[in-house]
């Protein structure tokens, strides 16, 4: 799209015959398998490099006068409120995801490395069905195990309470099996 609007904006040509002609160069690279790929991207990437790299110096080159007022702008502008505030956003969403992950890694090992050892030694007809239950493994833990669990605490209002994570299933179940019972979860009953 963005070889299409560059064509099109430079040469006047339609973004259709530019993008069948993208295509028809990407198949014949394609085709030829992972070496001509290799082949292709060894030659043409070196040029187009060095080609970004005497082009940007000549438009700094051009523009001298005005570095020092980009070097200004560059620096207020990520400073400034707005930058700031995407910045914190950022983060949090970053820290959010971390956190998910790492529960997922918690709860089902999921990208750990841990796990194919255990299915690697299993002795099945045909692999696939070891990968089958893989996946099936990691889903019935992820969303219906972890489903519950977050039910179970919601319903017990132990995600009110301070209680750790790893700790917080167990009181919940200790709401309803007084064995289980701990003295956290008495007063949420």
Wanted: include cysteine; charged fraction near 10%.
């Amino acid at each position: 799209n963005a070889v299409a609007i560059v064509v099109k904006d430079m040469f006047g040509i339609k973004p259709i015959f530019s993008g069948f002609m993208m295509a028809g160069v990407i198949t014949m690279v394609v085709i030829g398998g992972v070496r001509r790929l290799g082949k292709v991207a060894e030659r043409i990437i070196p040029v187009m490099t060095i080609m970004y790299f005497i082009g940007g110096l000549v438009i700094i080159i051009s523009n001298f006068n005005h570095i020092s007022y980009a070097i200004i702008s560059i620096i207020t502008s990520a400073f400034n409120t707005q930058a700031v505030g995407g910045g914190v956003l950022g983060y949090t969403i970053k820290e959010a995801m971390r956190f998910g992950v790492a529960r997922g890694l918690y709860s089902n090992e999921a990208g750990e490395g841990t796990a194919p050892f255990a299915h690697g030694s299993a002795i099945v007809e045909h692999p696939c069905r070891e990968g089958i239950a893989g996946v099936t493994e990691v889903f019935l833990d992820t969303i219906i195990v972890c489903t519950i669990t977050a039910l179970i605490v919601g319903v017990t209002g132990l995600y009110k309470t301070n209680t750790p994570g790893s700790v917080m299933d167990i009181e919940a179940f200790g709401t309803v099996w007084s064995p289980l019972k701990h003295p956290s979860t008495i007063s949420l009953l």
